[in-house]
Every structure is written in structure tokens, then in C-alpha cells.
Nanobody, 113 residues
Framework: QVQLVESGGDLVQPGGSLRLSCAAS????????MSWYRQAPGKEREFVAV???????GYGYVVPGRFAISRDNVKNTVYLQMNSLTPEDTAVYYC???????WGQGTQVTVSS
């Protein structure tokens, strides 16, 4: 069955960096676009970034120039490199395979001094 396991979340100071990982299984990873979303306390889940099967990337308006999505089709893993983090980036981060109705458990990112 489909599994998406997010990891890499942590408590980090403002201005810091983190790299999130999402290990996928149960489907043909290389055939799907992959996305990252996030959900802050009391807010709706929002789109962060997407990477197509061929590696074309796109980003939500909330993270221009600070985040970078990438994928490794050998390791069946999608990554989110996050730089210049601010407290507004505090959220649970989720990955998703485009077109598959499944969410993993997410990974908590907390940006605080």
C-alpha cells in the first residue's frame, strides 16, 4: 500500500536551515509528481512546492526563493531544503504524490529563538 514517511523536522532558530525528506513506497515513485504542503496551528493546509516526474519545480507564494524541492528516483525520496527560516514557517510539513489521495503523518518544523 502507499506509504509516505516524512522526516527531518526539528526546532531551529530564525535564519536557520533544515532539509526535510519524504520516503515513498507502494507506488511507482518516478511516475508521479511530488509535492510538499504545510499546516500551521489553526490554519488550513497550504501548498509549498511541487516537482514533476521530469524534475520541473514550482513553488507556492509563501516561500519564494527560500525553499528548494528535489527528488531522487533511485531512493524514492523527495526533499525540501528550507533556508532563512522564520517563525511563520512553523508548521507540520507533509508530502504528497500528485493524484494519490494519501497523506503521511507529517514532520514538525518549529522556528523559534
Amino acid at each position: 500500500q502507499v506509504q509516505l514517511v516524512e522526516s527531518g523536522g526539528d526546532l531551529v532558530q530564525p535564519g536557520g536551515s533544515l532539509r526535510l525528506s519524504c520516503a515513498a513506497s507502494g507506488f511507482t515513485f518516478s511516475s508521479y509528481g511530488m509535492s510538499w504542503y504545510r499546516q500551521a496551528p489553526g490554519k488550513e493546509r497550504e501548498f509549498v512546492a511541487v516537482i514533476s516526474r521530469s524534475g520541473v519545480t514550482g513553488y507556492g507564494y509563501v516561500v519564494p526563493g527560500r525553499f528548494a524541492i528535489s527528488r531522487d528516483n533511485v531512493k524514492n525520496t523527495v526533499y525540501l531544503q528550507m533556508n532563512s527560516l522564520t517563525p511563520e514557517d512553523t508548521a507540520v510539513y507533509y508530502c504528497r504524490a500528485e493524484g494519490i489521495d494519501y497523506w503521511g503523518q507529517g514532520t514538525q518544523v518549529t522556528v523559534s529563538s
